[in-house]
């Protein structure tokens, strides 16, 4: 990867939306190189996809909240059943498995706290849990979907 991939990389993150002649211009090279480029980036799998970001607050979602997970199975059985079982819960945006003190990070867009309890019930019906807690963001200090290139 060079200069002119990582310029590229720079732009997209910021609007995909861009033509490719756009890109072209931006970082000094012709269409057709920026568009080899492209598609070589995405080949390689560091262009995972393009997707169009949505506000949360406009679709009503206006609690961000971070759950914690403890448990005392760390079996390859019990973890194939947990993550499924959240990777189907579309309030949940990410999820993490996490080394020291806490096992998993989960964190959710909701409508509000209150319904926070509709979501604790359907993380503990999944599989046995030592210790789940939750804490609500005040205010979105960053949020980015930008990688640093």
Request: aromatic share 6%; with cysteine.
């Amino acid at each position: 990867m060079d200069d002119y991939d990582r310029r590229i990389l720079k732009l997209i993150q910021v609007d995909s939306d861009r033509t490719v002649q756009d890109i072209a211009d931006a970082i000094g090279l012709s269409a057709t190189p920026t568009a080899r480029r492209m598609k070589r980036l995405a080949e390689h799998g560091i262009i995972r996809r393009n997707v169009s970001l949505l506000d949360a607050e406009g679709l009503g979602l206006h609690a961000t909240l971070f759950v914690t997970v403890r448990t005392s199975r760390h079996d390859a059985e019990w973890l194939t059943r947990f993550a499924e079982g959240v990777r189907r819960m579309p309030e949940v945006v990410e999820f993490y498995r996490l080394s020291g003190d806490v096992d998993y990070l989960i964190k959710l867009c909701l409508p509000d706290v209150r319904a926070y309890d509709d979501v604790y019930k359907k993380l503990i019906a999944i599989a046995p849990l030592s210790d789940v807690s939750a804490s609500f963001a005040m205010e979105a200090i960053k949020n980015t979907t930008e990688l640093p290139v």
